[in-house]
Structures are given as structure tokens and as C-alpha cells.
């Protein structure tokens, strides 16, 4: 999909560095559009959308040690203008002809460096710029044609560049928030260097996208797995506007919704939207199949194939569908090619991973190619509320991993309402969009004794959970005021039968994870 819009963008080449997938971000965000590559990927796979510029990232080898990956022959002959940051400007230079040696000091965290006025890359900056770096090695020697752009303290070429050739170097990361002006010095290199057109936008991104499945889907029928949640809302929404009723969207109430939230979704996308939702009441069936069951992965085996089980026989029940569009997202893509860790590992325990294959459908996925940022534009784009664009990401599995012990429909509905009270706490405190990536309430499989009215009391224990994360793979727990702490557990234990106590949990992750099961 979205080929012209795709052309004329950046290559990103990776060198294993933490911040790749930044670097793709900070570019489309100047509306150029960014397409991420492992570091050795065959130039026609590169070339696949002619980008007309390359970014070489940063990365934890040496470039002079034995094995180390190098800068692709291909990539430096091919005439185009490239900005190696980092380890990506030490293999340049490598490549080159340079020299890189290890420094006796080494650069972590913030530092100054003064630049010569006369280059485009610098251009418009602060004489003494404030910038981030992270690096062990450094440039002795630049290549020849390479002249020095800027300095640190402890790097005599923190940036260098051949004017002739549109290569350039900067030893620090311009793609961090702690470079505060990085965003400049990706601009200049965009658009004063490269000269590319900036055509990256939600409304383009629409349009084409509008076009694509429109050619791909033709008069056919597509079926959506609608959770609610960003991702299959905006996917749904964009193909809905492509294809009208072509599209039968269907919403699962597995029984482990949070309160009102099946009202809520239906009223959003059948109601306002207008969109076909077939709702699927399965609440039952999920609880028959996980009574007794308390060992959370195969709690999450189960809940999968529940969810393939419904949505067989709710295509099967419409007949003659050929496609199953689903809200894959680009951070997905990489994660998966890439064989990376955490999040690949969370992504393959969710519901609709063993779907195509087992099913036969042919995919539509028309959020392939977008950040979970850009997601959220193109929903406000297609005019989805508010509350559904920032709403917080909910696992497939939903309570049921958050109801540690026996589930049953009384110990569901118990943390229900304590969760809607926390939400509702946090909301009024204006903390559930921004301060908090993610809250929710957690069940305990124990009980306490309290007292309450003179009375003694035996019951259940509610943990509040409240994390701030970038990108799900790291998180702190948030510093909430106690305060409001205060009054969400007076609140729950005074209104949600059972509960007689309320813990804060205070674990990041690592070692934690954001979840408890
Ligand atoms: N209750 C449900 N009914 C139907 N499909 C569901 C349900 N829960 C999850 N899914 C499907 O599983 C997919 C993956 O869920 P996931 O939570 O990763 O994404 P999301 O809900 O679309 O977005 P977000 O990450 O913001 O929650 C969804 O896109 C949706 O297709
Ligand atoms: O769609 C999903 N299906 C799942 O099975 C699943 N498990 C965890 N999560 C979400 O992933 C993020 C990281 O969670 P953890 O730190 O608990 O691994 C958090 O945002 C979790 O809510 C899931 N999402
Ligand atoms: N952040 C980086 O790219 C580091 C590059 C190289 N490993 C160094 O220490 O200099
Ligand atoms: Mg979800």
C-alpha cells in the first residue's frame, strides 16, 4: 500500500542500537517517511521503496573489531546522501578509509560541542549546542574529503561531513530528547541536504490507505476482530470508510471487559460510527473454559483459542469472507523481524496470532506501516472521540489475567468495580491520559483480616497498578499522590463488597512486569 507516498523517504540501516526505532520516528514526524533495515538486508529489499537518503544508526559494537557489521558497499556507492550517527558514522568513516580508535574518556550523558558555521547540517543551531552522546570509541582520523564540522571536549570530530558528497557524521544523537535541538539537525539533513519532500501526513496516510485496501479488498468481504482498544478502533474505522459494509466488525465480550466498556465500544462504532458490529455475548463459554484454571499461561492459551473458536464460527456464520484485517501495527513488524525480545514475546500470547494460517484468510493490515503515534493522528484524522484515540492500552485477555486465583463471575465483578472506582479517581485527578501509561486494579488470590464497624472482616485484597512507560518494555510504577491514594482505597473498600484492603504496588519492570500474570 501507500506506494508513491513511500518513495523518495529514508532508509534507516540498523546497527543494533536502542534507539532505531526513534530514529524512523523523529523523521516522519518532519513528514518524511521512514523505513527501518537491518544493517546487512539486500539492497533490493532496501531499494524496494527507492528511498533517496540513508541513516546509519548507532550501535554497541566496535566498528574495528573482528565480525563487527559494517556500512553496506552498496549503500556507499549509491550516490545518496547518508548521516551516520554514532557507531553509523564510525563505520563510515571505517569504510571510508578513516580511522576509529577507542577514547580514554568515554561520553555518556550530556555534553557541548562548538560547530563551525559553514555547514548545512549544523545550520541555524546554538554555537554551543547541548547534545546526548553515548560512546566508547571515537574518529582519529576522518576520511579523506571528510572536514570537521564540530567538537566536544572529548571528541575532536563529534561531527564531520564531505560537503561534495552529502555524507555526513555526527558522533552525538540528535534522534534522543535529550538532544534538545536533534530535531534541527534532522531537518537540515532532510530537507537543506537530501532535499526530500515532507508528504508524510495522517491525511496522505489516509487517502492512500483508502486506495489500497479499496484495490486489495475490490467487492469482496473483510472481517474485523474489534476490541476497543487504538489499534483494531482506527484499523476498523479507516476500512470501514474504504469499504463501507464490507466490512463486519466483531466485538467479543469475553466476560473480562472493565465496566461498562461493552456498552461503550458498541455505542461508539454501531451508534456513532455506524459501522457493522456483530456482538458476540461469550462471556460463558470463557468462564466454562477457565474453571479452576489458575496458571497464567494457560490461562492465556485457553483465552486464545476461545477467542479463534468465535471468531470460526462467526465467519462461518457470514459466509463467503475472504480477508481478516487486523490492527498490526509497524513496531510490530519490527519486533518480529528483528527476532527482539519482550514485546515479541507479549504479542505471540495475544488472540489473533495463530488466526491466518488456521483460517485461510488473506490479511488486510492498513496500519502496517505506523508508529502507535501516528495511529492515534489518523484516528483523530477519522474523527474517532478522544476517549477511544488516547485511551490506554488492555491486554486481549483482560481481567482474566488480572483476577489472580479462581475465576468466577462474583471475583470478576468484584474487581470490576474496584477498577472502574481507581479509573474514575484518576480521571477526576486528570492523571489517565499523559502522567499514567497504564492503571488498573489486580485481585489477589489472599485474604486479610480487617476490621470494619466493630466488626471483624475476612476478605479480599485489591493492588492498584499505575505505570509510566514510553514503550511497554521498560516502566516505572507512578509516584501517585498519596492523597488520592487515600481516597481510591477508602473508596473501594467502602463500596466493592469483599475487599476489606487496598496495596499500591510499587515495582518497575524490570524485575516486575507491568501486568501480574
Ligand atoms: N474483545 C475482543 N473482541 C474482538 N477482538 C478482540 C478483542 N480483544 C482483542 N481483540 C483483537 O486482538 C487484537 C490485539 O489486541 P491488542 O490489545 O494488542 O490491540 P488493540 O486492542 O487493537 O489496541 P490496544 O493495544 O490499544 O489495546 C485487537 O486488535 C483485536 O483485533
Ligand atoms: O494484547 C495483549 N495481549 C496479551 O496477552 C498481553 N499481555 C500483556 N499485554 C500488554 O503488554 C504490555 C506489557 O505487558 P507486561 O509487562 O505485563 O508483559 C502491557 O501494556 C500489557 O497490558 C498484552 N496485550
Ligand atoms: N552509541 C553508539 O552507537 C556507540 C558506538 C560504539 N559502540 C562506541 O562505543 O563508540
Ligand atoms: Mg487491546
Redo the contacts with the bound molecule.
Sequence with gaps: MTNDLRQGGVAVIDFGSQYTQLIARRVREQGVYAEVFAHDADADHINQHQPAAYILSGGPNSVYENGAPQAAPHILKSEKPILGICYGMQALTYALGGQVAPSQAREYGPATITHTPASPLLDNLDTNLQVWMSHGDRIEQPPAGFVPLAQSENSPYAAIGDLERNIYGVQFHPEVSHTPQGSAVLHNFLFKIAHLTAKWTPLAVIENAIEAIRAQVGDEKVILGLSG?VDSAVAGTLIHRAIGDQLTSIFVNTGFLRKNEPESVLAVFRDEMGMNVIYNNATERFLDALQGKTEPEQK?KIIGNEFIEVFKEEANALEGVRFLAQGTIYPDVIESASGSK?AHV??S???VGGLPEQLGFELVEPLRDLFKDEVRKVGTALGLPDHIVWRQ?????GLA?RCLGDLTWDRLETLREADAIFLEELEKAGLLVGDT??CFAVLLPVKAVGVMGDLRTYEEVIALRAVQTQD?MT?DWVRLPYDLLAQVSSHIVNKVKGVNRVVYDVTS?PP????WE
Design positions: 482498544g492465556r519482550t507479549i504479542k500470547h495475544h488472540n492500552p488492555f491486554p486481549g485477555p489475567i501509561a497504564q511497554f516502566a519492570k516486575g512486569t507491568i501486568e
